[in-house]
């Protein structure tokens, strides 16, 4: 089962600065970042529970767009913007799928109920890059923007259960 917690479990910048370089996995977000949220969901459901699954996540970024990705073992991640809106939004359009990967449609909850987009009226991280110095969020109206990068932002990950 897919979870994603209704509001974002707390407040963390995706880097210092306002740097997108290593794109999502070498973000601060991506490196330390989300050990909180995953100690809670650990708590929460049981270790036991929580599934590794395989990801393909962008790992480099030229001149502010996606360049690379790769296969990482994961627990826990954000959403991109095609799991939330269905579709890009503020991503490159010259990403050529990198911030993609492999999720590449809506979830079914913030299809049939786009009120679970924003339900939580704060804003929160998405893991895809906008620019050098932006990654894409959802506003608290639930809107596609971007903020800087060194930005504190909810944390609103998704995580697979068994």
């Not at 050990?35 to 969901?41: R, S």
């Not at 990198?98 to 893991?127: E, V």
Request: net charge neutral; hydrophobic share 35%; charged share 15%.
């Amino acid at each position: 089962i897919l979870v994603v917690p209704d509001a974002p479990m707390y407040n963390h910048v995706m880097n210092d600065t306002n740097t997108t370089e290593g794109g999502y996995v070498g973000s601060k977000m991506y490196i330390s970042g989300l050990d909180q949220a995953l100690a809670k969901v650990k708590a929460d459901f049981g270790e036991a529970h929580i599934v590794t699954y395989r990801n393909l996540l962008v790992n480099t970024v030229s001149n502010g767009t996606p360049s690379s990705w790769a296969w990482y073992s994961r627990q826990i991640d954000l959403m991109n913007e095609e799991m939330v809106y269905g579709t890009r939004a503020w991503s490159q359009v010259s990403q050529n799928g990198f911030d993609t990967g492999t999720n590449n449609s809506q979830l079914a909850a913030f299809k049939h109920n786009h009120s679970l987009i924003s339900s939580c009226r704060s804003w929160y991280w998405l893991r895809a890059v906008r620019s050098s110095t932006h990654f894409c969020n959802v506003t608290s109206a639930g809107l596609a923007s971007a903020y800087g990068a060194s930005d504190a932002g909810g944390v609103r990950p998704c995580f697979l259960i068994s």
